[in-house]
């Protein structure tokens, strides 16, 4: 990108800024309200307690996830910002644009849905698999909530690959046959990129992230083909 591409990409960023900031920490308090049961939704995972050692870390926790519950609900508001800003320099259509926003969301909330019920589960047992008769857990609600947003935002950002992959090739940065020579560099990176965002390092769980990226990877490419994007 340009010096140009990349003004027209921040002024149009700056359209729904405002309104951005304005959105997320009223929606952030609202649930706020209603953290004590999220917290205790997401708590299922661990089957077990939770504590805390400092007078405002629970505060602190539940501020937390009420933040990182809100910018997943105002997930598909925030994809389409973004999306349209860096889709403006390139003048593409409208439909292109919809039709990425709808993908991303879609692939999104099927990383952080896959993460809750397959990756966290596997990953928690593993790790409190060490503890003993004289070895017991005493895990912080903040130390906690931390490790959930972590993976879940992760895991749904990482689902972005097609998305991402097609529209490189739309704008022309990079493009299939680009994607189609470096799938040795790709299988790599997944699988340091799995070592890193997995709960634990058994083969087990970074295969449950790893496998599921390239799966999308090649998802990416065979989207190129069908959509001609060279």
Same mark, same amino acid.
């Given at each position: 990108m340009d010096r140009r591409s990349i003004?027209?990409?921040?002024?149009?960023?700056?359209?729904?800024?405002?309104?951005?900031?304005?959105?997320?920490?009223?929606?952030?308090? $609202?649930?706020?309200?209603?953290?004590?049961?999220?917290?205790?939704?997401?708590?299922?995972?661990? $089957?077990?307690?939770l504590y805390f050692f400092s007078v405002a870390e629970p505060f602190l926790a539940h501020a937390k996830l009420s933040l990182a519950a809100a910018c997943l609900v105002l997930a598909p508001w925030l994809l389409f910002v973004l999306l349209r800003a860096a889709a403006k320099p390139f003048k593409t259509s409208?439909?292109?644009?919809? $039709?990425?926003?709808v993908a991303t969301t879609l692939l999104f909330y099927a990383g952080a849905v896959f993460c809750f019920f397959v990756t966290l589960p596997f990953g928690i047992k593993f790790l409190l698999g060490f503890s003993s008769a004289?070895?017991?857990?005493?895990?912080?609600i903040d130390k906690?909530?931390?490790?959930?947003?972590?993976?879940?935002?992760?895991?749904?950002?990482?689902?972005?690959?097609?998305?991402?992959?097609?529209?490189?090739?739309?704008?022309?940065?990079?493009?299939?046959?680009?994607?189609q020579r470096h799938r040795r560099w790709a299988i790599l990176l997944i699988t340091i990129a799995?070592?890193?965002?997995?709960?634990?390092?058994?083969?087990?769980?970074?295969?449950?992230?790893?496998?599921?990226i390239y799966l999308l990877y090649e998802c990416g490419i065979i989207i190129m083909i069908l959509l001609r994007i060279p």
């Amino acid at each position: 990108m340009d010096r140009r591409s990349i003004l027209i990409f921040i002024q149009e960023l700056r359209k729904s800024l405002r309104a951005i900031l304005i959105a997320l920490p009223i929606l952030s308090v $609202t649930i706020f309200l209603l953290s004590s049961r999220l917290l205790a939704f997401f708590q299922g995972r661990l $089957t077990g307690k939770l504590y805390f050692f400092s007078v405002a870390e629970p505060f602190l926790a539940h501020a937390k996830l009420s933040l990182a519950a809100a910018c997943l609900v105002l997930a598909p508001w925030l994809l389409f910002v973004l999306l349209r800003a860096a889709a403006k320099p390139f003048k593409t259509s409208r439909l292109f644009v919809a $039709t990425m926003v709808v993908a991303t969301t879609l692939l999104f909330y099927a990383g952080a849905v896959f993460c809750f019920f397959v990756t966290l589960p596997f990953g928690i047992k593993f790790l409190l698999g060490f503890s003993s008769a004289e070895l017991q857990p005493v895990i912080s609600i903040d130390k906690f909530v931390q490790f959930v947003i972590l993976f879940i935002l992760g895991f749904g950002l990482v689902f972005e690959l097609p998305v991402a992959m097609v529209f490189l090739g739309k704008i022309g940065i990079c493009g299939r046959k680009f994607f189609q020579r470096h799938r040795r560099w790709a299988i790599l990176l997944i699988t340091i990129a799995a070592a890193v965002l997995t709960p634990s390092p058994d083969a087990l769980n970074m295969a449950l992230m790893g496998v599921p990226i390239y799966l999308l990877y090649e998802c990416g490419i065979i989207i190129m083909i069908l959509l001609r994007i060279p």
